[in-house]
Each structure stands twice: as C-alpha cells, then as structure tokens.
C-alpha cells in the first residue's frame, strides 16, 4: 500500500463544473498536508496547505481534511481550462520520521 | 517566476561524462533540497541542505554529488551517470527545513543520458 494514494485520472469535468480531487494517507500521525498543481512541462505550484480537520477556502479552491477517514480532498468550483493540471497531493509524516510523502498525482482536464 | 532559478534547462550527456546541475534562490530561504521526478513515480527526495549543511541524503548513489556552497545557492555534480538516471530534476527551497511542505520549485533540468 502506498502512503499517500490518489486516483490518476484523467479526470475530465465540463468548464463551469466542480471537479472534486481525493488523496488517502496512511500514517496516522500525518500532520500537515499539500496540494500542488503541475502544469505539463512546469514544475510543481503550492496552491492549498491544510493543518487541522475541516474546510479550508482559498478563491475557488476548497480543501478538505478529516484526519480520522485520513484522507484529504481538493475541490475546485467553476473549473476553467486552465485549471488542467496533474494534482498532486503531499503529506509530512509526522513523529520522530518527519518527511514529506508525495502522491503520484492526479491528471484533472476541464473540457470547454 | 518562482524565485529559483535552475540551470541548464535541458542536459544531455553520455555515461562518462561529468557535468554539474546549478539551482539559486532569491527568496531569503535557509532550506534547499534537490528531488528527482520520474514518469510513473511520486516525486523522490535526494538531498536536503538547511543552512548550508546537508541534513538528509536518501541513499542516492554516490554518482551524484550535492554541493551547497551558501543558502542561495546548491548545485548537484554529475559524474558517470546510467540511461535510468534520465529525468526531471527539480531545486526547491523553503524558509526552513522545519516547514518541509511549503516548497518553492524551479522550472527543473531535464535530464536524458545516452
């Protein structure tokens, strides 16, 4: 089982759509956690980070936590095509191993 | 622009060659670290540099060689490298190594060894 799991996609959702994002870890001491998008050919972009259970909201950007389910989303609400990206979800272990683990990405397209 | 900068671009070289990969940050960070990306694999941490010492080094082979001569500036030398050595190498920096999550990458070097 990998450490931090998330769906490969594609995911493919009209423009104006929500597209939902999901990523599962399995430390439970996890403490802080990542979102970054990397457009094709670029380099990973922080958009989101999330420390305690809950909804946190930037601009059209929503993420989610729920320590006990361990897992942690990213919403985007009125997806546009420039939100088609590769998703990718990071997890700092928490504890006397504190590391970064990443998700191998999610691939989001936003279809006009 | 990120604030880091990473040089070449793009490098390709044979396996005996030696080259070296040049990363520098103008953000005022403490923290550097060089990770490798692979299509089909999570992004893979090799060295981390906080204050100019090196505090993590994942069992990289010694064919690649970490050199951070002051905090804004890390280069990863090159020697002897295998075809699946071939990837993205991508520089990052952070405000300190205790705030690992919140990471600043350059544009990366693509790397490809004939």
């Known amino acids: 089982q990998k450490e931090v799991e998330q769906n490969s996609g594609p995911l493919s959702v009209p423009e104006g759509a929500i597209a939902s994002l999901n990523c599962t870890y399995s430390?439970?001491?996890?403490?802080?956690f990542f979102w970054y998008r990397q457009y094709s050919g670029k380099s990973p972009e922080l958009i989101m980070s999330i420390y305690s259970n809950g909804d946190k909201e930037d601009g059209r950007f929503t993420a989610q936590l729920n320590k006990a389910s361990q897992y942690v989303s990213l919403l985007i609400r009125d997806s546009q095509p420039s939100d088609s990206a590769t998703y990718l979800c990071a997890v700092m272990r928490g504890g006397n191993n504190r590391k970064l683990i990443w998700g191998l990405g999610t691939s989001l397209a936003v279809n006009p | 622009e990120t604030g880091v900068t990473q040089t070449p671009r793009h490098l390709v070289m044979g396996m005996t060659n030696k080259k070296s990969l040049k990363c520098e940050q103008h953000l005022g960070h403490n923290a550097m670290y060089w990770y490798k990306q692979s299509a089909k694999k999570p992004l893979e941490l090799m060295f981390v540099?906080?204050?100019?010492?090196?505090?993590e080094n994942n069992s990289v082979p010694s064919r690649f060689s970490p050199e951070c001569p002051n905090s804004s500036h890390l280069f990863l030398h090159l020697h002897t490298l295998q075809p699946e050595d071939s990837a993205l190498y991508l520089c990052a920096s952070s405000q300190e190594e205790t705030d690992t999550g919140e990471l600043f990458f350059g544009e990366g070097s693509r790397l490809t060894v004939l």
């Open positions: 430390d439970r001491v996890s403490q802080s």
């Open positions: 540099y906080n204050f100019k010492e090196q505090t």
